[in-house]
């Protein structure tokens, strides 16, 4: 998933259905810094160059998946 596919998803569980999210600046750095994190704790990974036309995409890892 993209960063914008994450954030989509959720603020519709809180019920917004805005097509294109726009979050708040400080808020947009928070998810970013959470999503940083969790790719250093090695429980979730990226592909792609984090540049336009090419964004990150998150997965989570295998071993991450069967601990749930």
Do not use: H
């Not at 914008?4 to 603020?11: K, R």
């Not at 940083?36 to 990974?45: A, F």
């Amino acid at each position: 998933m993209t960063f914008t596919e994450i954030i989509s998803g959720l603020l519709r569980a809180e019920g917004v259905n805005n097509p294109t999210p726009k979050l708040r600046p400080d808020r947009e750095r928070s998810w970013r810094r959470a999503l940083k994190g969790l790719c250093d704790q090695n429980l979730i990974s990226t592909l792609g160059s984090g540049r336009i036309g090419n964004p990150y995409r998150y997965t989570m890892k295998l071993s991450c998946a069967v601990c749930r």
